[in-house]
């Protein structure tokens, strides 16, 4: 079964610095990956997805993600955060014709001025 | 607008006492799930259904019962069986399966009285 570690709970960071938040998924099989961002008490909106093709990811609101197959990582980055990214992040990952996606723990990004 | 709806918002359970958390989408969607919220521990599959009057078990559905008698709806039902009833309620819904963008409610805070 696919399982996915968020290696940090939470990542302080001042506005404007770049940010990386780590995620390392575990399957013997192809993957979908996903990156979902949640605002206090809201439900999640996706941010981006990787189903095939180029290994470099571009979503909404400026973040990018980069799948590296050999390091089961996707790791999701933004090169100048705002006060308004402070959220709870998750990576998430399904089989290719799986019918679950599986959750990480959640990363919760803290944006300070 | 097209979206999902959660409802209560917060909602309490007495000891003993089922209670049932309403979810519904007019989006079309095919596919709609229910996800279970606790800090720390991301968000961990309860129910899904692919389709309607058909539904499966997620990795945590002890104590709880879902319907799909329609399209649009999908009520989950904590039950007195699930012993440790707190926590945020997530439904989504998505056109045919997990690969695709999930969308959410926003949520249901469930505690016990």
């Known amino acids: 079964a696919q399982s996915v570690t968020q290696l940090d709970s939470q990542v302080p960071v001042f506005e404007e610095a770049p940010v990386e938040l780590r995620c390392n998924y575990s399957?013997?099989?192809?993957?979908?990956l996903f990156w979902y961002v949640q605002y206090p008490n809201q439900g999640l909106q996706l941010l981006l997805k990787?189903?095939?093709?180029?290994?470099l990811v571009k979503g909404i609101n400026g973040f990018e993600a980069e799948f590296n197959k050999s390091q089961t990582s996707f790791h999701l980055r933004k090169p100048s955060v705002h006060i308004s990214d402070t959220a709870e992040y998750f990576c998430?990952?399904?089989?290719?014709?799986?019918?679950?996606?599986?959750f990480g723990a959640g990363t919760i990004l803290r944006v300070k001025s | 607008d097209g979206g999902i709806t959660q409802s209560p918002k917060y909602l309490f359970r007495k000891e003993g006492q089922n209670v049932t958390l309403s979810c519904e989408q007019n989006?079309?969607?095919?596919?709609m799930y229910w996800y279970r919220q606790d800090p720390g521990q991301g968000l961990r599959l309860i129910y899904y259904?692919?389709?309607?009057?058909?539904?499966q078990k997620g990795d945590i559905a002890e104590g709880y019962s879902v319907s799909r008698e329609k399209k649009e709806s999908f009520p989950l039902t904590v039950t007195s069986a699930q012993k440790n009833p707190t926590a945020f309620y997530l439904c989504?819904?998505?056109?045919?399966?997990?690969?695709?963008?999930?969308?959410f409610g926003s949520g249901t805070q469930l505690s016990v009285l």
């Open positions: 259904s692919q389709i309607v009057n058909d539904f």
């Open positions: 990787y189903l095939s093709g180029s290994t």
């Open positions: 399957s013997s099989v192809s993957v979908y």
């Open positions: 989504a819904s998505s056109l045919t399966g997990v690969q695709e963008k999930l969308f």
């Open positions: 998430a990952v399904t089989l290719e014709y799986g019918n679950k996606l599986v």
């Open positions: 989006l079309n969607h095919d596919a």
